[in-house]
């Protein structure tokens, strides 16, 4: 935690093309930001390079750093490349193949005759068994056989492993089994890592606790690595500063909780995103938001009430079940550099993607796929340069790809192909808006849009119009949200256990199950250096229907009466019913904050008016016209302009269509209107 409010705060998010910092001082509020290439063979030579670069701006020594955030996409790559550690499971005997069985059911969207399960990342040949047995409600029926133990630390060695995952049968009930297992295997195998699922996901189903504690073990010494790496640069430029990295859960730990559990780090860059977007939204006093994050690859999409950000454990990595709590969104295949393709005479966009190399044709750097980019370049969307002036796009190579791969098989001019493309990946999009929100009780029209990401911004009106959304917002620097983001996020970490039996609610043993997990948390919080008046608490309860296969998370008020009804208020909005049914207590959690230094929020000055710098052609559905380009770091507070219209800034381009006005917040976002009623929308 930070010494003194003086202390200046560098936020470092790390992405696929480029690695983007805000740093800020609390005393002025003010926030400078900086853009390199990211180097994807040693990310923390890019990281270095952008603490610099900031530092530099600001004009302050590197001493002055009091808070060092990073978001990191190092786990989570791992486990879709599946390049982490080669990494072995222990588990009770009579259990080898919990991961190869997993679950009965597909990926939604699969064709039930062709799916093949994919292969687990610890084959069953380096799974091993141990002699014990604990049942259900925690009651040793077999006594561990420690000679069983030390046989599996020897064929962990025999097999060459790197990591070693412990998860025994019920182990959430009682874990006195597994951590002796994992005790008699760091003795026996000194310098390798071994985790144990008691302290990653102490939770009932062992199929998603084994998974979840063979995926911490598999990115753990390749996250370690990077973090000590990480450390040692810091040290070496003469920063002290502790480095807290960014949690799937929205909130940001230390490097010490980072090593013991990474699989926490693997939605961290989204995440943060989600936490910018929300902060932004409070400063212009809005609470209900739908955010989309749009990128070159990918889209992700998250919906906050009440200016409070879900949770959830069902989420996945790739095709993994991971159900550590993680903000709860929804991502899609769609992007800046997603494809568009004609193949039977019919228009598909992405989820493939052109990538950062080569990019889209626009870029120049020798694409030859359609992408989404170039059909807006096609229509004029994009000021000729971009960057600040850095960067140049090719007119003539987004025509010529757009109208070769898409426009001439359709039989359709070079600007309704462009138009066709935007309308697809548009479309794509809303259905995953609709998914967070009218698929879980919320009218989206109820919400504010809030489009962030490089390309964020370009589609943010047009997926608004598709959903009868009035309003959308445009932070002040969209391109960076997820660097902004983390200044914003707070300490936090969850400690659960599920109870020995699901059953209906007792009160007694609840509390003192809350107790212990209250004890755990405030433990955590003084080891990260939290005082004890920035320390927070909240108490949650995970319930179902005797006979349903997943809970609903409610807060946890003290009382059976209390409880419940939230569960049913809960069941009934995301289902639309409730039933008169026993209600079940499945698992307790206990959610850990530690309140940070507030996050930057500038002040605009007063405007003078909206002056554009230039005009571009714009082929609207009506027809080529000529709109004014206005440059966005010369709008001031109160500033008004109209659509059609484009704003040009650094890291992104915001798209006016005709309908919608712009007003300047204070605090330097721009909210669009709609100023006319667009009879097509629907929720």
Not at 79 to 94: F, P, S
Not at 233 to 240: D, F, K, V, Y
Request: with cysteine; proline share 7%; hydrophobic share 45%.
């Amino acid at each position: 935690m930070p010494s003194s409010e003086s202390s200046l705060a560098v936020a470092v998010d790390i992405g696929g093309t480029f690695t983007d910092v805000a740093l800020h001082d609390p005393r002025t509020a003010q926030v400078w930001r900086a853009k390199t290439p990211s180097v994807p063979g040693d990310p923390s030579r890019a990281f270095m390079t952008g603490v610099t670069l900031a530092l530099e701006e600001a004009g302050f020594p590197a001493s002055h750093l009091g808070r060092v955030l990073h978001g990191t996409t190092v786990a989570t790559n791992m486990i879709l490349e599946d390049k982490g550690a080669r990494a072995a499971l222990v588990t009770t005997a009579g259990f080898r193949h919990v991961l190869a069985i997993g679950r009965q059911d597909i990926p939604r969207r699969a064709n039930l005759y062709s799916w093949v399960k994919p292969a687990r990342p610890v084959p069953a040949s380096r799974v091993f068994e141990v002699r014990e047995r604990i049942g259900p409600g925690g009651v040793v029926l077999e006594s561990l056989d420690e000679a069983s133990v030390r046989a599996a630390a020897a064929s962990c060695r025999a097999a060459g492993v790197e990591a070693v995952a412990v998860c025994l049968l019920h182990a959430f009930a009682n874990p006195a089994h597994e951590r002796r297992v994992a005790a008699i295997l760091r003795e026996e195998l000194p310098g390798l890592a071994v985790t144990a699922s008691c302290d990653v996901l102490p939770v009932v189903r062992e199929y998603e606790r084994s998974l979840a504690t063979v995926l911490n073990a598999v990115v753990m010494p390749g996250v370690s690595t990077y973090v000590s790496r990480l450390q040692d640069r810091l040290g070496e430029a003469g920063i002290a500063a502790p480095l807290l990295l960014m949690q799937s859960n929205g909130g940001v730990a230390g490097a010490a909780t980072i090593r013991r559990a990474p699989a926490l780090t693997a939605l961290s860059g989204p995440a943060a995103g989600v936490v910018g977007a929300r902060e932004v939204a409070a400063s212009c006093g809005i609470q209900d938001i739908i955010t989309v994050d749009l990128g070159g690859t990918s889209a992700d999409i998250c919906l906050i009430k009440d200016g409070r950000i879900g949770l959830t454990q069902a989420g996945h990595v790739g095709e993994w079940p991971l159900p550590l709590a993680m903000v709860d969104m929804v991502t899609i295949g769609a992007g800046g550099g997603s494809i568009a393709r004609v193949a039977g005479d019919t228009l598909t966009v992405g989820p493939q993607s052109a990538g950062a190399d080569p990019g889209p044709a626009a870029y120049g750097r020798g694409g030859r796929e359609a992408t989404v980019t170039d059909a807006h370049v096609v229509l004029g969307h994009l000021p000729e340069r971009l960057l600040g002036g850095r960067m140049a796009l090719d007119l003539a190579a987004a025509r010529d790809v757009v109208a070769t791969n898409v426009a001439e098989p359709l039989g359709l001019s070079l600007e309704a192909a462009a138009r066709g493309i935007l309308a697809i990946a548009d479309n794509h999009m809303v259905g995953a808006l609709r998914v967070v929100s009218v698929e879980r009780g919320h009218d989206p029209r109820d919400f504010t849009l809030v489009p962030f990401g490089g390309a964020g911004p370009l589609h943010g009106c047009a997926l608004a119009d598709l959903l009868g959304i009035r309003r959308v917002l445009v932070p002040p620097a969209p391109g960076v949200l997820c660097a902004d983001g983390l200044l914003a996020a707070d300490l936090k970490a969850e400690f659960s256990r599920t109870l020995p039996r699901a059953g209906r609610i007792d009160v007694g043993i609840a509390e003192t199950i809350l107790a212990e997990l209250a004890q755990q948390a405030e433990s955590w919080l003084a080891a990260e250096g939290v005082a004890e008046t920035d320390r927070r608490q909240s108490r949650v309860a995970l319930l179902r229907y005797h006979g349903q296969g997943g809970e609903l998370a409610v807060p946890w008020s003290g009382t059976v009466e209390e409880v419940q009804a939230a569960f049913q208020a809960a069941h009934e909005a995301l289902y639309g019913f409730s039933l008169d049914a026993p209600i079940e207590l499945v698992t307790l959690r206990v959610e850990a904050t530690g309140r940070m230094p507030p996050a930057p929020r500038e002040t605009l000055p007063p405007g003078s008016g909206s002056v554009p710098r230039g005009e571009l052609t714009v082929h609207l559905a009506t027809g080529p016209a000529r709109v004014p380009l206005f440059e966005r770091a010369r709008f001031g507070a109160g500033d008004r302009f109209a659509g059609p219209a484009v704003v040009a800034q650094l890291d992104a381009t915001t798209l006016v269509p005709p309908g919608w006005h712009g007003e300047v917040h204070a605090s330097g976002a721009i909210l669009l209107t709609r100023t006319h009623e667009n009879r097509e929308a629907r929720a």
